[in-house]
């Protein structure tokens, strides 16, 4: 299994602009984290996933962010317009569900805006 | 008070010495604990799990938790240089979701 897949590794946009990050997931995986993660707030919880339907999303920051789930196995992060107060590395993580299982985390998207 | 609450550091050890990594949290019902390592640029990977009162080993690395004090560290021994990374504790949300929440990390130095 190729692991959890995010594309792009590097974003660099302008102020303004959206921003579309994405996700694959593991084979089998049912549940599916967007965090993201900054030197001053550490690893932020953004929204989970779980069975395609989105349960918790407290931790998106306004409606300037939104997250989809068209299908068991892809998300999307999109943040529209951007600012550069959202430069961070942002990761999508994966689970088999349950309290006692691991999260396997993609490579991240390092996100820069300028 | 923050959910998961861990020393920024750096900690920095020298090679071989037994580096000690804290974690404190503050949802009394917590019932499993983990510990992830991020190296520098890349993404965290999870090295220990414990759900029960005491120590945990395996290999190089112990972890201990104590849900009276609502505490969780990480032992390494024998420190290496490639230990040197941030050292992330997650605990779970609970109330229904299995969420994890994470400290901000410790960032460890082992030095030659």
């Known amino acids: 299994d190729a692991g959890v897949i995010q594309s792009p590794r590097h974003e660099v946009t302008e102020m303004g602009q959206e921003v579309t990050l994405r996700c694959k997931l593991i084979s089998g995986h049912n549940s599916l984290f967007w965090y993201r993660q900054t030197m001053m707030r550490g690893l932020e919880l953004l929204i989970y996933?779980?069975?395609?339907?989105?349960?918790?999303d407290s931790g998106m920051p306004e409606d300037r962010f939104s997250a989809k789930m068209p299908n068991a196995s892809f998300s999307t992060l999109k943040i529209q317009p951007s600012e550069p107060r959202d430069s961070a590395v942002y990761f999508c993580?994966?689970?088999?569900?349950?309290?006692?299982?691991?999260?396997?985390f993609g490579s991240g998207t390092q996100l820069s805006v300028l | 008070q923050k959910e998961v609450e861990q020393n920024s550091g750096p900690l920095s050890v020298p090679e071989g010495a037994i580096a000690s990594l804290n974690c404190t949290y503050s949802?009394?019902?917590?019932?499993?604990f983990f510990w992830y390592r991020q190296y520098s640029g890349k993404s965290p990977e999870l090295i220990m799990s414990i759900y029960s009162n005491g120590d945990k080993e395996d290999g190089r690395f112990t972890a201990q938790l104590n849900k009276a004090s609502q505490y969780v560290s990480l032992l390494i021994r024998d420190s290496q240089p490639s230990d040197s990374a941030t050292y992330l504790c997650a605990v779970p949300k609970t109330g229904g979701s299995y969420i994890p929440t994470f400290g901000r990390g410790t960032s460890l130095i082992v030095h030659p």
């Open positions: 996933f779980n069975n395609n339907v989105p349960i918790d």
């Open positions: 993580a994966s689970s088999a569900g349950g309290t006692n299982e691991k999260l396997f």
């Open positions: 949802d009394r019902v917590s019932q499993s």
